[in-house]
């Protein structure tokens, strides 16, 4: 809904969503890359079609049929020169692959990324294109927080009509996970006192990582997009994480930052290093939240597609030697699918699990030093 106010006050966006209103279209280009024919030979590269699945990008690709591909285009927003610039992704499928001034970079630091024309010519004096557009990435997270919405909705309602009774349906799914946060992780971790406050954070980052984890798995719309392998994501996540522990830290737990207990006079004092450490771990302790869930999952991913992409690369060579390759190539895909299964279920505990720890740090009380 805010999308199209914004393209009802858009002299850009509302010719582009008049002229363009069809939501599923047949694409011959990627709009992340050059057509084939300007690469070459255009055979198959294993290196961009992983890339291609893993990274983030502006057009949702659905299948692919012969030399026809079909996409969902998504809405482009852009503000340039303190103006609003707003369009469908379908806009770069001409033969400049711009529109408006504006194109997807095709390489270096620029690669994948909206710029403007002219940033070409002079790159210093070029004022920057601000990107807010909804992106393959922002819109599997609408539709997995819409999904999640739904969900708990449902079963929050379900709790309210049938009081005192067993839990049934999604009940019976979603409660002993519930149970499981809050009395192995919340409660042991950051303590009876304190862990009601947390439980609706630890509960949203279990479910929206834990769900994704599995949206990632399909193989088709709406599911596999990268959500929880993108590190940005986890990087909001990480930061969300970083200021509750900060905001909710006592004075023991600063105390002891900038006065570290059991350490050596001389490792605090004339150089404080103790301190320089302890203050070093605060930032590190949510850096390494966000690497460890984005590493774990994009690697999953890009083995799985490795496995495909082996079927092609001896296919190449010869079909007989592609047909016997499938046969490995699918057993260890299925193998590492039930695999990240397992995966998607660790990494939201680890977070989960190592953010609610933070939390009991930043609460301890003297005595449990």
Known sequence: MVFLVILANTGSGKQAWSQDHSMLIPSRDSISNPPAKEKGEGKFNAGDMIMEHVVDNHEWHVAEIGSL???????????????????????FHNETHSYQGFRLGNEGSGKGKIVHMESGINNISEPKVYDFSITKTVLAI?????????????????????KNQAPKGLQSLVEPLIIFIRDDIAKS?????????????????????????????????????????????????????????TMHGNKHYWVDIVNTPGVPWWLKFPIPLMPVVEIIGIITKPFVLMVRLFANITAGHIIVLGFVSLIFIFGAI??????????????FM?????????????????????????????????QHH
């Open 69 to 91: 591909e079909l996409t969902i285009p998504l809405p482009v927003i852009l503000l340039y020169k303190g103006q609003l610039y707003c369009f469908s992704s379908n806009r």
């Open 189 to 245: 971790s950051i303590g009876e006192k304190h862990y009601e406050k947390f439980m609706p954070y630890l509960l949203t980052v279990f479910f929206f990582i834990f769900f994704n984890n599995l949206f990632g798995l399909i193989p088709f719309f709406p599911g596999g997009a990268n959500v929880t392998g993108n590190i940005t994501v986890t990087l909001v996540m990480a930061v969300f994480t970083f200021i509750l522990t």
């Open 334 to 366: 299925l193998f590492m699918n039930l695999l990240e299964l397992l995966v998607a279920f660790i990494q939201a505990y680890v977070f989960t699990l190592l953010s609610a720890l933070y939390f009991g740090l930043a609460l301890l009380e003297p």
């Open 318 to 331: 010869s079909t007989a030697l592609g047909l016997g390759v499938s046969v490995v190539s699918v057993a």
């Open 142 to 162: 609408f539709i997995s927080s819409f999904l999640l919405m739904l969900i708990f909705i449902s079963v929050a309602n379900a709790y309210k009509r049938n």
